[in-house]
């Protein structure tokens, strides 16, 4: 009786001291966490859609959620990206904490399946209230907040221990076309005079593309479906394969009504909340308030022509060539971007599976049929026609026809063309992908003069690394056209960097299953000091793309944000002075630091 009484003063004690102490979150051990009472009490706040978390793949575990068919399920869903969304706390990029096992195949679990750095609780918002319940509830407790749309976030943004999550992927009040784009309030500083699509929430692009298809119209969507509409992506600058012509992501957005830190909803545009329109179109996700809706254009369809290219060595002495083949691609595309071209490719050496085939392969041949190393790219041109296209390219063809590349490279070349937009976008771009494995990932966006130096090569080279790294490189040509105009916009709060961009390269290097920690931070060491550190020394003045951009990036606030950082800083400030936003890498991320303690504990640096 004793003991328990001296135990409950120092509960006592320490929960006053803790609720007192706000240089840090609170986290699910201390004290001053939220009883199951006043859980209960936010559950009825939000019409008993408070959902308290559990791991996907929990049911491959011993446990109360143990359960081997549902276990099979998960597992022979795993890699989907629908189903990773579908769950409240599934990502793209999985975590170590909790692996999916395959008991078919008799894996055992070789640890416990815990939440990591995953929220404990997640509100399934389907109403704006719901938001600002949840917002009201995380300042009152002090808890980290965390918000998430689809959870394709590859810099671990929308995630976060010891959190609880809005999860905006429900909250949906239709898709709405407007033939001729309506401002609220009578704005009279929107300019744009074109159709437009009010997005109400968390929808993917696979559901508005359907809906820009039966209109006749293009819409700037991701170059994957199943990105969300108006969260990260967007509020990150956004690419797509319509980008080059239409501009970015952020570009698109007309308006926006988004849910404040003090739980106001208000419409941001170039008339009212302007510093807020700006800061959300490319500033970043997660950091200013909670968008619910966007209107964005939508512009009339046209013809595609694409080329698809690929090329790879014959045999091993044709490597040197391959790389000089590789550069030689990368010189051309300013020139090609100016011309009308833009698109996506990717190149590796020694790929896990094969990145070029030839289909023309016979037993009799001395060459491969299925190359892991090789480079392939699909680039297309609006409004001209393939043969149009193939004589834009005809002066880079020649370069790689001749000797003695075309002795020891297998090519292949093709053109189509299509009738919309829609349809090249459902043929050659728009591949659902699964989700990612294991990877660390870093990038620079390329001007034209890194893409023509001469130190290109050498730099292609260090970014690769040797073939045992597994590396891949992906190519995202979409920059150049409307998207260097649009830095004329004033409410543009995308990185400047973007402006001067034609190729947005970005290198990723896995380590295999169940790799060590120390193996794995070897990988990211390498990213950060080697492949990308050899980037940003080619393309010194430019910067990298925020949403797929290297999380260990020692300059990420000059290199994400660019000379927007001060702006955005002060904005961010503005509308979240209790700094209740908080994601790594995003604006006002500076001021706090995750607790290396074990418990992961989010806490203010000290001045
Ligand atoms: C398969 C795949 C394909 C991709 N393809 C492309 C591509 O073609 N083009 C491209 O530019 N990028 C692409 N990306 C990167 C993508 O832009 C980022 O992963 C982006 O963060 C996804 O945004 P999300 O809202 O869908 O994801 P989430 O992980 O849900 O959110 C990402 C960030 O946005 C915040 N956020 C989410 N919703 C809101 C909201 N409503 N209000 C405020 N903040 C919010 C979150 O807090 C988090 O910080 C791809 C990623 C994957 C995994
Ligand atoms: C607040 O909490 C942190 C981390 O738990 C601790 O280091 C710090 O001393 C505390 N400050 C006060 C004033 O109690
Ligand atoms: C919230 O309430 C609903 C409906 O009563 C219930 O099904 C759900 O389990 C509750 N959530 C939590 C975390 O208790
Ligand atoms: C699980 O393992 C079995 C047996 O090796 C295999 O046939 C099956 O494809 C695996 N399942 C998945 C989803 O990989
Ligand atoms: C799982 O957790 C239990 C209890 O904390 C612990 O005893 C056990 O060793 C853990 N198992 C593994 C595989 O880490
Ligand atoms: C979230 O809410 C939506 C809409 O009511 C519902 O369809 C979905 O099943 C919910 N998700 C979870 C995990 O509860
Ligand atoms: C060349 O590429 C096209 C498009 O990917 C493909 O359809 C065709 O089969 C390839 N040709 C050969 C010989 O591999
Ligand atoms: C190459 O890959 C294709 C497609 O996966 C496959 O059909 C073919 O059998 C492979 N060819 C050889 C020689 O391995
Ligand atoms: C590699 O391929 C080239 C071109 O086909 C050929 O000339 C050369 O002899 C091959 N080298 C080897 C080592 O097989
Ligand atoms: C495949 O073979 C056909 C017929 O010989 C030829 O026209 C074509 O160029 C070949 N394709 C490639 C990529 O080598």
Request: aromatic share 10%; charged share 15%.
């Amino acid at each position: 009786m004793l003991i328990l009484k001296a135990l409950l003063f120092v509960g006592c004690a320490i929960s006053s001291v803790v609720a007192a102490n706000r240089s840090c979150k609170c986290a699910p051990t201390d004290p001053c966490w939220p009883s199951l009472g006043l859980w209960s009490s936010l559950n009825r706040t939000v019409t008993g859609r408070l959902i308290k978390n559990v791991q996907p793949a929990a049911a491959c575990y011993p446990g109360p959620y143990q359960d081997d068919a549902e276990c099979d399920h998960v597992d022979s869903q795993w890699t989907s990206q629908d189903f990773q969304s579908s769950t409240p706390i599934g990502l793209s990029y999985p975590t170590e904490s909790c692996p999916v096992l395959n008991l078919t195949a008799g894996q055992q679990p070789t640890q416990n399946c815990t939440l990591g750095d995953q929220p404990v609780y997640t509100v399934n918002a389907t109403e704006a209230s719901h938001v600002s319940e949840a917002i009201r509830f995380a300042k009152r407790h002090n808890l980290r907040l965390v918000i998430r749309d689809t959870g394709h976030d590859l810099l671990r943004r929308s995630t976060g221990y010891g959190s609880l999550q809005i999860w905006i992927k429900y909250l949906r009040t239709g898709v709405v076309f407007q033939p001729t784009f309506r401002p609220s309030n009578r704005c009279s500083k929107s300019t744009w005079k074109g159709s437009a699509f009010q997005i109400g929430g968390g929808y993917t692009w696979s559901d508005v593309l359907d809906e820009a298809a039966r209109r006749g119209v293009i819409v700037v969507g991701g170059g994957t479906p199943s990105v969300g509409c108006l969260g990260g992506w967007m509020q990150g600058g956004g690419h797509g394969p319509a980008a080059h012509d239409f501009g970015l992501g952020a570009d698109q957005v007309l308006e926006a009504t988004v849910v404040l830190a003090n739980g106001h909803v208000v419409t941001a545009n170039p008339c009212q909340y302007s510093d807020l329109f700006f800061s959300i179109r490319g500033g970043g996700g997660g950091t200013y308030g909670v968008v619910i809706s966007t209107t964005v254009k939508a512009h009339p369809t046209n013809t595609v022509a694409a080329q698809q290219l690929s090329f790879a060595p014959l045999n091993a002495s044709g490597m040197s060539d391959f790389m000089k083949a590789v550069e030689l691609v990368y010189n051309a595309y300013p020139d090609l971007s100016d011309q009308g071209f833009s698109g996506y490719g990717s190149w590796a050496l020694r790929s896990p599976t094969p990145l070029v085939y030839n289909y023309n392969y016979t037993l009799s041949d001395d060459g491969n049929a299925n190359f892991t190393t090789g480079f392939t790219h699909t680039i297309a041109i609006f409004g001209k026609s393939a043969q149009e296209a193939q004589a834009i390219f005809s002066p880079v063809a020649s370069k790689l026809a001749s000797s003695p590349l075309s002795q020891s490279l297998f090519f292949n070349t093709t053109y189509s063309s299509f009738p919309t937009y829609t349809a090249y976008y459902t043929a050659l771009s728009g591949i659902a992908s699964p989700i990612g494995s294991s990877a660390a990932l870093g990038s620079r966006l390329l001007d034209r003069n890194a893409l023509t130096s001469p130190r290109l090569g050498e730099t292609l080279q260090k970014v690769v690394g040797a073939p045992e790294q597994y590396t891949s490189v992906n190519i995202v040509f979409v920059g150049g056209g409307q998207v260097a105009r649009d830095g004329g916009d004033p409410y543009s709060g995308v990185n400047p960097a973007w402006r001067s961009n034609y190729v947005h390269n970005i290198v990723a290097r896995g380590w295999a299953p169940g790799a060590d920690e120390a193996t794995r931070a070897a990988v990211y060491r390498d990213i950060t000091d080697v492949k990308v550190a050899a980037m940003k020394n080619l393309a010194e003045g430019t910067g990298a793309y925020m949403n797929e951009g290297d999380r260990f990036d020692p300059d990420y606030l000059a290199d994400f944000y660019g000379s927007h950082a001060k702006q955005l800083t002060s904005i961010k400030r503005k509308y979240d002075p209790g700094e209740l936003f908080y994601c790594p890498t995003c604006i006002g991320s500076e001021r706090w630091r995750v607790e290396d303690d074990g418990t992961g504990r989010l806490c203010r640096r000290r001045a």
